[in-house]
């Protein structure tokens, strides 16, 4: 069974607190805007591994490829 969007974006909500959250993809490739305080004070990779940590072992078995745009909420107001 291959992952849907909202499963996807279940998974990140699950671990991560987000103030905002897109998740499309269809099934096999992935792509997300996720905004979190929790990326406060961090560089873009440090931003992706929070995810991935989230995502654990589904990043492997489930999901391909997953391109995201991690942002704060105050990066996010200002787009």
Known sequence: MLPTPELVKSYIAAALN?????????????????????????????????????LGERMREEIHAL????LTPAEFQQQ
């Open 67 to 70: 391109s995201m745009k991690t």
């Open 18 to 54: 987000c103030t905002h959250l897109e998740v499309e993809g269809d099934g096999h490739h992935f792509s997300a805007v996720i905004v979190s305080d929790a990326f406060a004070g961090k560089r873009p990779i440090q931003r992706h591994q929070l995810v991935y940590a989230a």
